[in-house]
């Protein structure tokens, strides 16, 4: 196995935000690497930072979109 190239820990905090272009519409959420992407611990720490950055990619764009599937909230 080599060496880690990250710092990564399964409980580190995301937050995300989705906003279009009308004022006020907006979403947030928070989740960890590990609730959004599913990986725990010790495959974070067999993994590359390169491919961690790929699966939290990924794992933001599938939520976003399925934001974007359910419809929009005005904030008030």
């Known amino acids: 196995m080599s060496e880690k190239d990250h710092d990564y820990k399964a409980d580190t905090k995301i937050s995300m935000q ?3 272009g009308l004022v006020g519409c907006s979403h947030e959420a928070d989740d960890t690497i590990e609730g959004l992407t599913g990986l725990t611990q010790s495959e974070l720490d ?7 950055d790929e699966q939290i990619d990924e794992a933001v764009s ?13 904030e008030d």
Do not use: H, P, V
């Open 46 to 52: 067999s993994m590359s930072r390169e491919k961690i």
């Open 18 to 20: 989705l906003s279009i």
């Open 62 to 74: 599938e939520w976003s979109y399925g934001y974007i599937d359910r419809g929009w909230s005005a």
